[in-house]
């Protein structure tokens, strides 16, 4: 996933929170294995590799299951098909020149939430066009997140923080005090049962004639996001918070407050707060 993680356990001894630990690093290991796009022999990379229909593993299923779901509820800003997309803007961050036009209109054809469906019965995804390429790099991180913290609890621990590059989740409040002290873009906010992400064009970029291009693909263009924007989003769990910040990013503030109202209206407790600059 390319990013440190930290955890932070308050538990009744040491070892229960070593063990705690230890399982929770080794789940973001096996999901790392599974979901990675740069190692050619994860369940992803091979999904993409051999395409049509496939049976897919259980987490690998819910996290395309909720991928398809923010594809849908952001108008196709949050899409994982972005893949060969992605590609070209990592090429372009080597070798510090934009893609072609050709390349980036092959890409394009690529790169849709209507050209893969998912079967919940058979547990299958279906990629309808040969070459497609997934990248989960803007929402499994959330859900490591939350399946590592999802252990913790398992070994009875409440009060812990499972912290993924900045993307985080909070328990409940270390002892004497009334909330985790963290740090967002800045400001100092004092937190409990949350989870929050960050994305924007400050943490990966490349500039080409003056111009920035965020990691953020706006599957629209092909190209990385230029406008300059920082999105915060505080959710129930890790991986809505991570998908929704980097959506954010792609909507701009408007439509970002749009959707949070239609969020929070279906009882879910979401806060996305867009900055935008010059
Ligand atoms: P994040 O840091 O969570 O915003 O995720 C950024 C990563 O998500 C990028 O490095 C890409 O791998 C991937 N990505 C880029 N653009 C999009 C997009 N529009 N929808 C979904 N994933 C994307
Ligand atoms: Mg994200």
Not at 16 to 41: G, H, V
Not at 231 to 246: E, F, G, K, N
Not at 258 to 269: C, D, H, I, P, Y
Request: glycine share 8%; charged share 25%.
């Amino acid at each position: 996933m390319g990013v440190l993680v930290r955890i932070v356990l308050y538990a009744e001894s040491k070892m229960l929170a070593d063990q705690a630990a230890e399982d929770a690093y080794a789940e973001f290991q096996r999901l790392n294995d599974m979901m990675s796009d740069y190692d050619q022999d994860s369940e992803l990379s091979k999904l993409c590799e051999n395409g049509g229909c496939q049976k897919v593993s259980p987490d690998l299923f819910a996290v395309l299951k909720e991928a398809k779901y923010y594809s849908t509820i952001s108008s196709g800003a949050f899409d994982i098909t972005v893949g060969p997309m992605v590609k070209l803007w990592r090429r372009s961050r080597r070798q510090k020149v934009l893609p072609k036009q050709k390349y980036i209109d092959t890409a394009k054809e690529l790169v849709g939430n209507h050209l893969w469906t998912l079967d919940e019965e058979k547990q299958s995804v279906t990629l309808l066009k040969k070459g497609m390429q997934l990248d989960l790099g803007a929402i499994a991180k959330g859900y490591a997140v939350d399946r590592a913290f999802e252990i913790i609890m398992k070994h009875g621990i409440t009060t812990q923080l499972v912290d993924a590059g900045g993307d985080f989740r909070v328990g409940t409040a270390p002892p004497e005090k009334t909330g985790w002290r963290i740090d967002v873009d800045g400001e100092n906010v004092l937190t409990q049962n949350i989870a929050s992400a960050t994305s924007g064009d400050r943490f990966q970029f490349v500039e080409i004639d003056a111009v920035r291009y965020a990691h953020i693909i706006d599957p629209k263009t092909g190209l990385g996001l230029t406008h300059h924007c920082t999105a915060h989003v505080s959710a129930t769990t890790a991986m809505q918070a991570d998908a929704l910040a980097s959506a954010a990013c792609v909507l701009g503030k408007e439509k970002s407050r749009e959707l949070e109202t239609a969020l929070n209206k279906q009882g879910q407790n979401v806060r996305i707060q867009v900055k935008e600059s010059e």
